[in-house]
Structures are given as structure tokens and as C-alpha cells.
């Protein structure tokens, strides 16, 4: 903007130069500039042009689209950045504290203390090796189950729209229903998993109380809600398919086992990803189902990152502690979406 005024006051001081030579009269003298006269008139025209230029670049300012879409995104970034990223960063100080849950934190002295404390905590790498297994046993095993029902779909099985409803509707669940709904699944004495195992000879087992049983309950019982989810994601990357692709295999003399493996399933790639994102996130907040089963003391097996959190927090009243935990899983939640938000926005997604 200053060199288009510079440039514009140059400009103006020639004309005027020029205008005073012809008419072979001068203004009044008021300053000098460089060994340059610069005269009344020209001075005024100065702050008229200066006055215009500075008009023209406020006008081009507020018709920016970030400007006139204000209205839209700033009251939910203003809201967004206070109750959530504030708070994550509030939370982060207090696990530099030793903040107990009575009164006020102290910040006058703020150190790790507490991540140390998790490395050399053994209930915490339990935990920590639980929460693992969970979300690798459960994302894997979904993605598997749900392409194998969207390839039975595709297919245009017989009653195929009502198995589609069918599948995805213990998405529609809460864990809270879930978690009651296998509670009774897993009774030991009365529960139908324990009767049709004994049909064939086997059992009754302890699904929920067996430390070496709990956490494969856990993960069947989370398979079988979200199995649906990314059934309906494959089905639908499925439908985006040209049936020239599987015409053209089968003319290449491909059997079906094959077409899929070699031509179809590779172009599933990024379904499978975002698939993959949402149940890790899923999986991450599993602690709804573990609470309507066992409150804040899970059985050994199942014990993971967030409802050791809980019980550090509501139970043994190591608010400081419990906070650093939290800040494991945030770190965790963005190790997984981190990079597809960035692969998105390479691809121009986002």
C-alpha cells in the first residue's frame, strides 16, 4: 500500500509540475521536499489521494469472505476454543500440579512429576497395554466383519435391505444398552452364550469375571455394535465402484475370490482409513461400556486408560495425576487423527 502511494504522490507531483509550467504561475511555497517545490494545491490533492487510497483498501478488506463470513464462524470458533481447547490446556496445567481436588491449584511450581509417576506405575502400563489391545482387537476385527458383510450386500443377496437395517442397528445403541444387553449375554449361570456352549459340551465360563476372558468379551461385545458402521462405509465406497471394473475381471478370466482381492478391495482404501479413525475414537471412549459393567474398578483384564483416569480422579482424589492421564489420551486421540486431517488436506479434502 505505500508503494502504490508512493508511486500515486509522484505521479500527482508531475501533473502539477507540468500544470504550473504551462500556465507559467506557482503556488504558494509551504515545504520542501528532496530540492522540490511542493505547493498548496498539491498538498491538498496529496491527502485527498492518500484519503481515496486508504478507503479503496478498507473496502477491499471488508469484502474479504473471511470478513463477511464472520458472522458464521466466529461465534463457534470463539466457543469451541474456550470450552474445548482451553480447557484442554487448563487441564494439561493441572497435571503439572499436585492438585488433590480441595481448594485451588498451586501454580508456583509446576513440573512432570506425574508423567514420571506413570512410568513407573505398574497399574498404569496394564492399562496402558489394555487400551492397546482393545483398540487394535476391535478396529481390526470391524473392518474385517464389516467388509465381509458389505461384499454379501453388494451382491444383492436375497432380504438384503432388511439385513442392512439389521446390521446397523446396534449402532444405534448406547453403550450404557449394550453393556446391559451382554451383562445378561455373559451371565454365568442364565446367559445364552453359557446355554448354547453347553448344548455342544462346553462351559459355562466366566466371560466377565475371568481376568483372561474379560477384555475378548469386551472387544466381541464392541465388534458386534460396530460391525454395522463399517459395513454401511465399505458398502457405500462399494456402490462408487463402475461395474466395468468387475466385468472387465471377469472377462480377464478373474475368479470372484480374486476379482475382489486384486481389483476391489484396493480401491476401498480410503473407506477403510476413515473406517478406521472413527473406531479407534470409539474404542478410546469404551469406558461408558466398562462402567455399566463394573463401575470404576473394571476386572484386571479390562482395566484401561480412562476408567483408571476415573477412578485416580473420583476415587483416590489424584486430580493432578488423573489430569496427565487425560492428557495421555488426548495425545493418543491426536496421534490418530492428526495425520488423516493431513492426508485430507492433501488431497484437497479439507
Known sequence: ???ELAKTVERLRDRLREVRESRGTGDR????????????????????????????AFRRLLDHDAVQSAPFWLPPFLLMGFFVYAAIGWNFAISLTDYQGFGEPDYSVLDLDNYGAMLSDPAMWAATRNTFALLVGFTLVCLVVGLVLAIL???????????????????????????QFWMWMYNFNFGIVNQLLGVVGLGPYSWL????????SVVFALIWQFSGYTMVVY?????????????????DGASTLRM???????????AMVSASVVLVLFALKAFDFLYAIWGYRPRRGADILATK???????????????????????????????????QHRQGNL
Not at 469375571?209 to 475378548?216: A, E
Not at 482424589?317 to 492426508?343: D, G, K, N, T
Open 1 to 3: 500500500m505505500r508503494d
Open 29 to 56: 511555497v509551504t515545504e520542501t521536499d528532496g530540492g522540490q517545490e511542493v505547493g498548496a494545491d498539491e498538498e491538498r490533492a496529496v491527502g485527498t489521494d492518500r484519503r481515496v487510497v486508504e478507503r479503496s
Open 153 to 179: 450386500l453388494d451382491r444383492e443377496v436375497r432380504f438384503g435391505r432388511t439385513l442392512r437395517t439389521i446390521y446397523l442397528l446396534p449402532m444405534s445403541l448406547s453403550f450404557i444398552v449394550t453393556a
Open 209 to 216: 469375571g475371568n481376568p483372561d476372558l474379560v477384555l475378548g
Open 235 to 251: 458398502l457405500a465406497a462399494l456402490r462408487a465402484i463402475p461395474d466395468d471394473q468387475y466385468e472387465a475381471a471377469r472377462v
Open 260 to 270: 475382489y482381492w486384486r481389483v476391489i478391495v484396493p480401491q476401498l482404501k480410503p
Open 309 to 343: 483416569m476415573v477412578r485416580e480422579a473420583f476415587n483416590k482424589q489424584e486430580w493432578a495425576y488423573a489430569s496427565a492421564i487425560a492428557i495421555l489420551l488426548f495425545a493418543l486421540s491426536l496421534a490418530v487423527i492428526a495425520p488423516y486431517l493431513y492426508q
